[in-house]
């Protein structure tokens, strides 16, 4: 009787589907296909023209390319000039240029777009939709239109930047021939390239975050500078994560602005590692030490990124 009765309780229990452990749910078929079928686009686009143009680079570094000739393998030789022979004084300081545009962008995206995304969001969100569009029309152009535009912006005769201060009495300043101001110049002009996508990326984080939490501080005591540095800061920790890493790379690889802008003016002092790449593409003569420095410097961003994860952690914000 009694084994009865708890056969008949459980029974009731589990028909009412509490405490007991759910099956996970098995997607169907169809919704694999599906998925896979989504992502066949970015993957076919990323062996072409990524993986493909990587092994290339790989194999044809071992190998004194040149035109007509034919190919004639050479091991090292190619890596060997590159970083300690002819070619490795012009490499290193590439990718030492490379560096600054990191330490001068990156500090001032990050920061910018933080402190222009703040304000956004105290403001009146019908308000903040015609500031999000102007701030973002930036991002629409490309590097060599911007490049054009800051041309005519740091012009010494005539342009915006020195009329301004000739207006004032001071004398004009040549903004992208002095080896000081060029590698400025060309930051500021990427800053002002990229800063509305950072804006509203910061934006969409600073959204995320549930107001219980800036309530629950106020009801606290706390001020605005503790609510950000205790709770908006470690909030956006992923969303600043995946900015810090795409500004890194993207300021190392920072290639069309400076062509514009300064070309191979201010002594050299704004080519950068893809600039380097580019003008050996079009003056070397042997094609095989191209590919040994463009493999070279993927290695260098691949252990950048591999820094910058190293001593960040990513984390699921706790809600």
């Not at 300081?93 to 962008?105: C, P, Q, T």
């Not at 590698?183 to 549930?210: C, E």
């Amino acid at each position: 009787m009694e084994n009865a009765k708890v056969r008949s309780a459980g029974e009731t229990f589990a028909g009412r589907g509490e405490g007991l452990p759910r099956k996970k749910k098995r997607y169907k078929r169809g919704d694999t296909v599906a998925a896979y079928l989504c992502l066949l686009p970015s993957f076919v686009l990323l062996v072409i023209f990524t993986i493909t143009p990587l092994i290339i680079s790989f194999v044809l570094g071992f190998f004194d390319v040149k035109e007509y000739l034919g190919n004639s393998f050479v091991g090292f030789g190619n890596y060997f000039s590159v970083l300690a022979g002819l070619q490795s004084a012009a490499f290193y300081r590439s990718l030492l240029i490379g560096l600054e545009f990191i330490a001068i962008i990156v500090p001032l995206q990050l920061v910018l777009s933080f402190l222009i995304a703040s304000l956004i969001s105290k403001i009146n969100r019908r308000y903040s939709a015609v500031i999000k569009v102007c701030i973002y029309l930036p991002c629409l152009l490309s590097g060599i239109v911007v490049g054009s535009i800051f041309a005519y912006v740091y012009n010494y005769h005539g342009g915006l930047l020195n009329g301004m201060l000739n207006a004032f009495g001071l004398g004009s300043v040549d903004w992208t021939g002095e080896k000081g101001w060029a590698i400025f110049a060309v930051a500021f002009a990427a800053i002002w390239n990229g800063l509305g996508y950072n804006t509203l990326i910061m934006l969409g984080g600073l959204y995320d975050i549930p107001t219980d939490y800036y309530e629950a501080a106020r009801l606290d005591g706390a001020n605005w500078w503790e609510q950000t540095v205790y709770i908006t800061i470690p909030s956006l920790k992923n969303i600043g994560l995946y900015l810090l890493v795409s500004l890194v790379v993207s300021s190392f690889q920072l290639y069309e602005i400076p062509l514009v802008i300064v070309g191979a003016g201010a002594e050299h002092s704004v080519e950068g590692p893809i600039y380097y790449l580019y003008y050996q593409f079009q003056y070397s003569d042997n094609m095989g030490e191209v590919y040994a420095a463009s493999l070279l410097v993927a290695v260098v961003l691949t252990l950048l990124s591999s820094v910058i994860f190293r001593l960040t952690s990513s984390e699921k914000s706790m809600d």
